[in-house]
T-cell receptor
Framework: GAGVSQSPSNKVTEKGKDVELRCDPI?????LYWYRQSLGQGLEFLIY????????KSGLPSDRFSAERTGGSVSTLTIQRTQQEDSAVYLC?????????????FGPGTRLTVL | AQSVTQLGSHVSVSEGALVLLRCNYS??????LFWYVQYPNQGLQLLLK??????LVKGINGFEAEFKKSETSFHLTKPSAHMSDAAEYFC??????????FGTGTRLLVSP
């Protein structure tokens, strides 16, 4: 079946602009995660949505970052007033419950470059 | 807090040789452990996971990992490396239904 898809695959923007990154999870997966992968910081958790529960935003690095998940499916990660340190690959994962934990499946990522 | 340590940012092996990628974890609760592989310009692909059902876990592409609680380790092995195994490998831990905490990754290089 179809995996997690993300768009755009690449995004180049100028410092100070806002960007939106989109994630389409695997159909039927109830949880959705955003991570950031950068050279200096490795793979970092950003935010987690599970069903109708309040999202876990504990990984968002600043109030310039926000995310929403509409209808329990598609998610959008928004970065306002982008800075050069926001340059990274943004990965989305969706998961289903299997036994006593969930298994996360990742999309191909969006490579963000802030000039 | 949970953490993962991957010893060796780069590991080089010859084709046909044993692959051993090391992962040690720290967790205050029984952990769930995962290995993911990342090929260039791609996302993360799940290789295998440990969820307490069995300490020796078999994954895709001939990889396996053994959970050793006494050593807090979850090392990844493959008996015979193939050129197509060249990639970056990430070990991760979670407490279940929570974020993954990743190690810094190990780049596997396979020479002919």
């Amino acid at each position: 079946g179809a995996g997690v898809s993300q768009s755009p695959s690449n995004k180049v923007t100028e410092k100070g602009k806002d960007v939106e990154l989109r994630c389409d999870p695997i159909s039927g997966h109830t949880a959705l995660y955003w991570y950031r992968q950068s050279l200096g910081q490795g793979l970092e958790f950003l935010i987690y949505f599970q069903g109708n529960s309040a999202p876990d935003k504990s990984g968002l690095p600043s109030d310039r970052f926000s995310a929403e998940r509409t209808g329990g499916s598609v998610s959008t990660l928004t970065i306002q007033r982008t800075q050069q340190e926001d340059s990274a690959v943004y990965l989305c994962a969706s998961s289903f419950i299997e036994g006593d934990t969930d298994t996360q499946y990742f999309g191909p990522g969006t490579r963000l470059t802030v000039l | 807090a949970q953490s993962v340590t991957q010893l060796g940012s780069h590991v080089s092996v010859s084709e046909g040789a044993l692959v051993l990628l090391r992962c040690n974890y720290s967790s205050s609760v029984p952990p769930y452990l995962f290995w993911y592989v990342q090929y260039p310009n791609q996302g993360l692909q799940l290789l295998l996971k440990y969820t307490s059902a069995a300490t020796l876990v078999k994954g895709i592409n001939g990889f396996e990992a053994e959970f050793k609680k006494s050593e807090t380790s979850f090392h990844l092995t493959k008996p015979s490396a193939h050129m197509s195994d060249a990639a970056e490998y990430f070990c991760a831990v979670s407490e279940g239904f929570q974020k993954l905490v990743f190690g810094t990754g190990t780049r596997l290089l396979v020479s002919p």
